[in-house]
């Protein structure tokens, strides 16, 4: 049955894909349209929307990573620009409008993207909801007709289902979510400063985080250690095996060939310039190694 790095290699190739909605312009101006003027208003808004209209610190503790306050300067305020049904219907929009220029709507119409709607939508519809917020509220988001859409909303479900994993395996090591981006750049997987821009951390909590890390003897003069190493090898191993379970209802053949029918669809939106360079997520390549 499929291997924990069969989640892996997966989640790479179906990341790019999903992370449109971040990155194009068109779900940018989605976002607006509805009301949500700034890039991290529509963020906030339309990764939140399948929760329901919650506050700051629901939105702190299942994102994980951000700072508390650099949420709250945003959350709850995007509810009173617009509701969450209205930004589940922005990114929807934002979506179509970008896969089918990425794609073009030959590749939207196939036959192969509607094979790849319908097996990511098999293994979305077996994901083990239970300490998994984030995919189970993505779970009662109603699942598009549209295949490009089902696709998308399919492969969004599995990646936050992988990202409450990966929650799980960091809160079990007592990593927060300022260490956790203190491992990913000491590991070559991001950069301090785009995190820390990004995420809304400053130099005195990365600095103490680091320092934390130093104490449980993880890091050393800014690197990791072999502990460090083998700490960041093991969330990562955890993060794969918590991930496998909806990838194994699809089974070797089914991810073989899902795998194959999303190669050309990273590719393209590679090509066109909505997969940032420098991978800022820390997704690595299909073939294991970081961009």
């Not at 949420?71 to 929807?92: F, G, M």
């Not at 936050?160 to 929650?167: L, P």
């Not at 785009?194 to 800014?222: C, F, I, N, P, Q």
Request: net charge negative; aromatic share 6%.
């Amino acid at each position: 049955m499929s291997s924990p790095g069969t989640a892996r290699r997966l989640w790479a190739l179906a990341e790019p894909f999903h992370a449109l909605t971040y990155f194009a312009q068109e779900c940018r101006d989605a976002a607006e349209r509805a009301g949500l003027h700034g890039f991290w208003n529509g963020y906030f808004a339309l990764r939140a929307a399948p929760l329901g209209a919650v506050g700051p610190e629901v939105v702190t503790a299942l994102f994980f990573n951000f700072e508390p306050d650099f949420v709250a300067r945003r959350v709850p305020a995007i509810w009173d620009l617009t509701s969450p049904s209205a930004a589940l219907e922005a990114r929807l929009a934002g979506i179509d409008g970008a896969v089918r220029r990425v794609l073009g709507d030959d590749v939207v119409g196939s036959p192969e993207l509607a094979e790849a709607a319908d097996l990511a939508a098999t293994a979305a519809a077996a994901v083990d909801q239970p300490g998994r917020p984030m995919a189970a509220a993505n779970t009662g988001v109603p699942v598009p007709a549209e295949p490009h859409l089902r696709l998308w909303q399919s492969l969004t479900t599995l990646r936050e289902h992988r990202g409450d994993g990966h929650v799980v395996a960091l809160v079990q090591r007592e990593v927060d979510g300022v260490t956790s981006h203190v491992l990913a750049a000491a590991a070559g997987r991001s950069d301090r400063e785009w995190l820390m821009r990004a995420r809304g951390w400053d130099d005195a909590a990365w600095d103490d985080a680091e320092a934390r890390l130093v104490d449980r003897r993880w890091m050393d003069e800014g690197e990791l250690t072999a502990e460090g190493l083998a700490m960041v090898a093991a969330i990562e191993a955890d993060t794969d095996r918590l991930a496998l379970r909806p990838w194994q209802a699809l089974g070797d053949a089914g991810c073989d060939r899902l795998a194959g029918l999303l190669t050309p669809l990273r590719r393209a939106v590679v090509a066109a310039g909505d997969w940032p360079t420098g991978n800022p997520i820390g997704v690595p390549e299909p073939d294991g190694s970081h961009a």
